[in-house]
């Protein structure tokens, strides 16, 4: 896709946009004669990345309608008013039918689309799970290799599977709706747990009550939980980020929450373990690709679907078959050696 990666990287260092539109396009490629070109991309905004202050990831999750994208323009505008870079990624959710995403949260961005200072890149989730895209963690690189000192990363939105998005950030922001009648189900482990910070979007005119309520529910759920950040406490925050009310106290958690997480010398180990979370879950991805891909996984495959067309044929067995195919296929068995 791009013949001379170096002059593709020194255009995106120099702040040209459209050229790092074309670095994000090539980076999320799955053509495998883009890709070796994607990783010598990467490899120079890794070093650039060694050699400046570290940006900060943030995760921004909640079920579809609950205002983030709206909160997200809110909080990167205060942020670029205060001096900030602001990168974000959005993450859409894939049909299993089309296999199309719509792509459309810039026009829910209007003021952050068209900032200088401000960046922001929709993508497909895909196949993927976790609440994020299959190569997010290389456009966030890509952004801050470029200089972004705040990147805002929102997730497709679908629970508790969000883990993913929570390893590979710096911090994550769960956004919830009032009288959304969820507030239990939001009090039990799994997302709520990952929250450094909880808002409750949408905290105006008939909604403000329950806004309020729901903020209690969650202060004392978070009293039950045990922090997963050091010296760092969860808060529950009120916000309508259309009327812009709220933005002022969400901006000074974020900020407090930064200088927690990077004027520390756990930066750097929190860096890494990203790197290894991610190494681990993308080849991982990789790996069940290219096993069910395999000629003679697809083979079996095909066989048993077409033998157990009749019900009275357990798939059970097939199951079992084609397990026992893959681990011979990854390591082959020494009783016909023997």
Sequence with gaps: MVNDISTLFSKIMKGDRVALGQAMTLVESERPQDRGEAIQLLELCHQQTENRNKACRLAISGAPGVGKSTLIEAIGLKAI??????????IDPTSNISHGSILGDKSRMPGLSSSPSAFVRSSSAGTVLGGIGRRSFEVMTLMEAVGYDIILLETVGVGQSEHVAWQLTDGFIL?????????????????????????????????????????????????????????????????????????????ESLRLYMDTRLNTNQTENNRNHQYHFWLSWSLGITANQLMINHPL????????????????????K????????????????TKNNT
């Excluded at 097939?318 to 068995?333: G, N, W």
């Design 81 to 90: 008013s205060k001096g900030f870079k602001v990168g974000v990624v959005t």
């Design 175 to 251: 956004v919830l709706q009032p009288g959304g009648g969820d507030e239990l189900q939001g009090i039990k482990r799994g997302i709520t747990e990952l929250a450094d910070i909880v808002i409750i979007n949408k905290a105006d005119g008939q909604l403000l009550d329950a806004a309020m309520i729901s903020r209690s529910h969650y202060q004392n759920a978070l009293h039950y939980l045990t922090p997963l950040r050091n010296d760092w406490e969860p808060r529950v925050l009120l916000c309508s980020a259309a009327e812009g009310k709220g933005i002022d106290e969400f901006w």
């Design 297 to 316: 996984v697809r083979q079996k495959l095909s066989a048993q679907l077409a033998n157990h067309d009749n019900r009275s044929n357990p798939i059970f």
């Design 318 to 333: 097939a199951e079992y078959e084609i397990e026992e195919l893959m681990k011979e296929l990854i390591v082959p068995s």
